[in-house]
């Protein structure tokens, strides 16, 4: 979980910098969100994940292999502003070190929408390679406020694993330390998320 803090905001601090190297080409993530491990790979100029090949890339901010897909399946690289009319959009952000994929949805359009002041919903999936940590969240997200209505994590997850009853009743003390951190990092997370792609996006 420090893993992912620390990120956050050498993210947020040094914004376009690239300090971190691009995903090699050829090479395999497993990534987990909560329920299965999905396996994406990178090839030549592709994503793809188990197998499907999703669409071409591209750099963001010369940190990130992004690609962007509307709910038609159409890939988007970084120049995903071309679908404002769009109602769901999924987002797709990886290096060496860490992946997310976040998206974004609403039936009467994800611009029109957002742009009105109401809420759009949200789902984030992040995994560290490295450690094997992973967070998840789901919620919705309006101009003013964001709001997580669901969220686990590789630490909340074990603890449930271990004593569903303490978990379920919130007692164990490990697991709301555990808890308010995730929640923090959410929160931060997703106002982040907020300003660096919907703002952007509907803009």
């Known amino acids: 979980m420090k893993n992912f803090i620390i990120f956050a905001v050498l993210a947020t601090l040094l914004g376009g910098c690239g300090i971190l190297r691009p995903a090699k080409s050829d090479k395999e993530f497993k990534f987990y969100d909560g329920n299965k491990t999905v396996i994406y790979k990178f090839a030549g100029e592709d994503l793809y994940e188990n197998g499907k090949n999703l669409g071409m890339y591209s750099m963001d901010r010369g940190e990130f292999r992004m690609l962007v897909l509307d709910e038609a ?7 995903y502003k071309s679908a404002l009319n769009a109602k769901r959009m999924k987002f797709y952000l990886f290096n060496d070190e860490r992946a997310m994929v976040f998206s974004i949805w609403h039936k009467d359009g994800i611009c029109s929408v957002y742009n009105a002041g109401r809420y759009v919903n949200f789902d984030y999936t992040s995994n ?32 449930k694993n271990m004593n569903s009853e303490k978990t379920f009743n919130h007692k164990d003390a490990q697991y709301v330390a555990e808890e308010l951190i995730v929640a923090e990092f959410f929160k931060k997370t997703t106002a982040d998320l907020k300003k660096m792609i919907l703002d952007d996006f509907c803009r």
């Open 73 to 79: 399946g159409k890939s988007y690289g970084n120049n």
């Open 128 to 159: 560290m390679f490295k450690d094997g940590d992973w967070l998840y969240a789901d919620g919705k997200i309006s101009k003013s406020e964001s709001s997580v209505q669901k969220m686990s994590s590789k630490g909340l997850s074990a603890y």
